[in-house]
């Protein structure tokens, strides 16, 4: 059934009805308001026994989109909880105001706010321009820009998410308000130091040296999977709900949230919603990006090549099951300890039928996911004294997707394989680039490895 001729989905429509979900106050800042934030961070808050009092102001990362759907709504969206036979719609009210990115008034007017207490950010791995040794890339284009603009103090627009968090920083350091928790929420392995180092030095070079210290950095590990939302996901919604909801999301039910870190201003009972509180979360985030985040890159390159689309075909393909298998033999052994009962959670996971997480959307910032999430399951065969053979076939796979046009996010072959060996060392990146297919003519007869 279409959902066009229903109502609008919002809060005063649902006032109106008889089931109000009024909007909290404002005292979380999020950047990045895509389907991930919404499925995992605000559904986190909309549950936690005190999620009355915790809204979220949500600002897209880059393009206006989402806000343009949600804001309408005043914030309020549906979840559909995908599971391997029904679904589970629920109404989600936590994000009270939502914004483009390039609103950078409010944004400073609300991180200057002393009721303010979290900023989260969901912008992926590639969003953060750090270099492949963890640093922010000061030559990046983007970078170089927002410094220009920071420097002047005449900000107009600001391209890059960590110079927004800096921005309102300044702007909470000039109203001598206390500090806030910087909670990032991507797949980065240390996330928490990487950015409060990142935010020092753009700081240092913009001539805003105090304002990091108006904050503590908290580390997270977080898992859900969230696949693109399509038109039929809408119709879902109407026939569930009566609603029509322009800005809907679908996750998996299995979710996590782990989080190491100090909340200076307080923060939302998210444990009361299933989060999870740690003194030492490295094996967390090992465990999730090699062995959760690896194996997606291992399906969606093999399975790409094949002419498959979601991880649910890919995982039922005898030959990419057998890639699957062989790099997770290699990535359990790089985490250690016990992953018997994660990896065959995992395995239940991508095989529900009913979750369309396209493998193109898996295969995207290739180069900053394989250097995270497969390049150390190398290291630590070769360490080893094995040879990381499945862990070496993912970056075969991936080097046949850009030469066939299926990953369209490198650019020049030679140039990407040369950025993903820099961390290795000069045996391992020579094998990289055998394994790439540039061994001749490319990246090693530049010098370049």
Not at 138 to 160: F, K
Request: hydrophobic share 45%; proline share 5%; aromatic share 4%.
């Amino acid at each position: 059934m279409s959902a066009a001729g229903l109502p609008r989905l919002s809060r005063e429509a649902l006032a109106r009805v008889g089931t109000p979900l009024p909007a909290p106050p404002v005292r979380i800042v999020h950047i990045g308001a895509g389907a991930f934030h919404r499925a995992h961070q605000a559904w986190y808050t909309a549950r936690a026994t005190d999620a009355a009092s915790w809204g979220i102001a949500a600002f897209t990362g880059r393009g206006d989109d989402v806000a343009n759907r949600l804001a309408p709504q005043g914030g309020v969206y549906s979840l559909i909880e995908r599971g391997p036979v029904t679904d589970r719609v629920t109404q989600i009210g936590s994000i009270a105001e939502v914004r483009p990115a390039g609103h950078l008034d409010r944004l400073c007017a609300l991180l200057a706010a002393p009721e303010t207490a979290v900023v989260t950010l969901t912008v992926t791995e590639a969003g953060y321009h750090l270099r492949a040794d963890g640093t922010l890339d000061l030559d990046d284009l983007a970078v170089r820009a927002d410094l220009e603009a920071l420097r002047g103090r005449e900000v107009t627009t600001l391209r890059t998410p960590l110079a927004r968090v800096l921005l309102g920083l300044e702007a909470r350091r000039r109203a001598s308000v206390d500090p806030v928790a910087i909670v990032p929420c991507d797949n980065l392995p240390d996330n928490g130091s990487r950015v409060r180092h990142a935010l020092e030095t753009l700081a240092e070079a913009a001539g805003m040296t105090d304002a990091p210290a108006l904050a503590s950095f908290v580390t997270t590990s977080v898992d859900r999977i969230t696949p693109r939302t399509t038109a039929s996901d809408v119709s879902v919604v109407g026939e569930a709900t009566g609603w029509r909801d322009d800005a809907p999301v679908v996750a998996e039910p299995f979710s996590d949230w782990t989080l190491c870190g100090e909340f200076p201003a307080g923060r939302p009972a998210w444990e009361s919603a299933g989060a999870v509180f740690v003194d030492d979360i490295e094996p967390y985030v090992r465990r999730k990006l090699l062995m959760l985040n690896g194996g997606h890159l291992a399906l969606a390159f093999e399975g790409l090549r094949r002419g498959l689309t979601t991880v649910a075909e890919a995982v039922a393909d005898r030959e990419c099951r057998r890639a699957l298998e062989s790099f997770w033999d290699e990535s359990g052994r790089a985490v250690g300890g016990d992953v018997d009962g994660y990896r065959a959670s995992l395995a239940e996971r991508f095989e529900n039928p009913r979750i369309e997480h396209r493998l193109a959307q898996i295969a995207v910032d290739t180069v900053t996911k394989l250097r995270l999430r497969v390049l150390p399951v190398v290291r630590s065969e070769r360490a080893a004294g094995r040879p990381g053979e499945a862990a070496v076939d993912v970056v075969s796979a991936w080097a046949a997707c850009v030469r066939d046009g299926l990953v369209l996010d490198a650019g020049d072959l030679d140039r990407a394989v040369a950025e993903l060996a820099r961390e290795a060392d000069s045996r391992d990146a020579g094998l990289l680039a055998t394994a790439a297919g540039v061994a001749t003519g490319g990246a090693l007869a530049s010098g370049r490895l």
